[in-house]
């Protein structure tokens, strides 16, 4: 590997050691109970890519197994010989535990079950999960892991950055729902485009958004190095805040069913905030037959014909309202070969290159 790459690839290992938050999972999960209550009724969960004994994602399913009405919750780890990074933290939990094995805690990933009342305490919770030892790494695409995803009705994690195409993939051949964290660019993926064009991924509640002034903010390993003004240390824990992350899923939540509020294109153009559209109106692509719109609060309502979007039309994208037909930089993602072949760049306005651009249709 070149001194280049293998940088690369350091870089994308930790990004891969990224934990979540408390507070982020519990209001992205609220925004699925409030639309359906039942959302997780009678369902078993599995939470893949985690580390258990000290996941949030762990603790609050487990906390909130009755209150759900779950029937089996399912966390697995990958072994940290397995893993890029090796910052690695053996807890109590695991070290004081009868099952113990100072090899297997380095090159197993480890299984947690929380399906009953083991303590006879009088309801589920965190301190009925039983665990051992994985017979492999815990990598989520092993046999073993995959049986997990069969057996389980729902896959909720924040996976690995580098293996997120991988990991989607993994999902959907399974058919499963899920509820997943990623990066906003994965939208312009050809892995994952088709997938939002054909309405089988959406993004969650908290997408690309700011709550309290902040990005979404992750713990990172205590040997993350203190690069950027987007790290920070609290409590001697370090955390990095991600501008663009957000939540992906196929599960129905209230927001994408409020449709966005729109102006005619006359009236965008007399009144419009941005300077870009106002007393100017709008173009189309030189090479793309479509209205370029650079703002999604610009949509002209009364356009019935293509229009191409910025990315973060996905967080305010209301199924009922539009429909999603191409996505297009360089190339348009669901016709790259076509397109590359005649080595036209498709989202691009008197010769000056946009950023990539869905492109929709408003619904009739
Ligand atoms: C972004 S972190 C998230 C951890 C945890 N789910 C959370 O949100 O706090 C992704 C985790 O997946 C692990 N991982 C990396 N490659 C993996 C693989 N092939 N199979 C399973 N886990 C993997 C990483 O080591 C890391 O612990």
Redesign the pocket.
Known sequence: MGKNSKLRAADKAQN?????QYADIQMEVNAYLEYNPDVFRGKTILL????PEW???TRFFAENFEFFGLKKLISTS?AVES?N?KWYEPTLFETEAPNYDATKTRTHGKIFVLDRDINNSGRIDLDDLQWEYLHGD????SKEVCALRDEADVII?????S?FREFVAWIMEANKQFLIIGNQNALTYKEIFPLIKANRMWTGCRFNRRVNGDNMTFMVPDDYPMKGTELYVEDGKKYISVAGTGWFTNIDHGRRHQPLQLMTMSDNIKYSKHKEVKDIGYVKYDNYDALEVPFSDAIPSDYTEPMGVPISFMSKFCPEQFEIIDGIGRYSVLDNERTKKEGKYLSMVDGQPKFFRIIIRKKQ
């Open positions: 891969d050691e990224f934990y979540t893949p890519c985690d580390d996941s949030n994602f990958f893993k990074s815990g990598d989520f695409r994690t924040n996976p690995p950055f293996l």
